[in-house]
């Protein structure tokens, strides 16, 4: 493989975040972006392995019937590669023993959550967390403030401190299996992005600051290696300064959108470590 940065984004099924993902990976400087529908990875067409940076979009896979990503779920995990004795998850599995990047926005995140890829405090796919519907009952789309943690083994979120980016989900409610789960996701910084207050001071439970009632205020999840990362905002939505709903009106706006810094991160960390 030449020394690109090689990125993936999974279309189909009612995903509909794949060109804003694609051009968000594009602006951060990965060379080869590749919008792919799921059926090309399940023909064996296309493989995950000649990727470095798998990106699982939002939208509403299988118009969220079960459950946000359930159903996208057991696709993943359970579907053959046609014509072969491989299953995709295997695939899936060699990609992160790789050392690659996945990460999940929304219903993506949604996704990784209930394939057990994320916080993965188990090995091989077991779920510990889920997400669920906003405590109001209603679908949000709202910007919020984020604190990262600085302690957080995530790449995406090196070097940041704290993010403004917008949600619109119906089932953002980070929910978590047994007190023993959060435990383990505080002591190993896992929720590396909570829902904050504006001068991202400390997390918040309250609404509307907090979206959908989230567990610990968490707002995005990482697995131990970091290279595993998920959020409910949408950091491909605010890419440029223009993207922020007061960007005539506010000075100190970054010309680069917040959201960018996580998909640059990712290249970085590929360039770096990977190529
Ligand atoms: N923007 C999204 O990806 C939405 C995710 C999911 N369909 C929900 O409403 O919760």
Redesign the pocket.
Known sequence: MSKQVRAIVIAGNGTN?ERETAHACRLAGAEVVDIVHISELLSGRVLLQDYHFLNLA????DG?DLG?AKAGANRLLHAPIKDSEEHLSEHLRKFIADGKLIMG????F?LMVKMGLLPALEKDFTQSVT?TFNDNGR?EDRWVYLKADPESPCIFTRGLDGITLPV?????KLVVESDATLEQITAKHLGVLQYSLPDYSAPTQDYPLNPNGSTAAIAGLCDETGRLFGLMP?PEAYVHRTHHPRWTREENLPEEGMGLWLYQNAVRFIRDELL
């Open positions: 975040c939002g939208g509403f896979l969220d946000s926005v929304c219903n993506g949604q997400l679908f619109r989900h119906g089932e953002g949408h």
